[in-house]
């Protein structure tokens, strides 16, 4: 079973940049079909947001952040990143990663979330 840590999470101004983490520990993603970044803004369900073919490299965004975000992955560190520049105060919200399973095509691990919020 994966454990998956966000972070990078903060107060930013609208038009700044933040990069957020999502180390693995207890297996690596290459065990996994799929990473996404997603986030829930209060009252709202949680959106898609990102997602990365960690073989392949293959990427996938919302209409909402293409050309403003960036996922990438670093295999020597285990690690998925999202790259958010020209943030807006509607980017704010709790920033999730999760892992696709293999079996299931399905998201089936999350971590705790890492919350950003974009002042105006």
């Known amino acids: 079973q994966v454990q998956l840590v966000e972070s990078g999470g903060g107060l930013v101004q609208a038009g700044g940049s933040l990069r957020l983490s999502c180390a693995a520990s207890?297996?690596?993603?290459?065990?996994?079909?799929?990473v996404g970044w997603f986030r829930q803004a209060p009252g709202k369900e949680r959106d898609f947001v990102a997602s990365?073919?960690?073989?392949?490299?293959?990427?996938y965004y919302a209409d909402s952040v293409k050309g403003r975000f960036t996922i990438s992955r670093d295999y020597a560190k285990n690690t998925v990143y999202l790259q958010m520049n020209s943030l807006k105060p509607e980017d704010t919200a709790v920033y999730y990663c999760?892992?696709?399973?293999?079996?299931?095509?399905?998201?089936?691990?999350w971590g705790q979330g890492t919350q950003v919020t974009v002042s105006s």
């Open positions: 990365i073919r960690w073989s392949g490299g293959n990427t």
């Open positions: 207890g297996r690596t993603f290459s065990n996994y079909v799929m």
């Open positions: 999760a892992t696709m399973s293999t079996q299931t095509s399905e998201y089936s691990y």
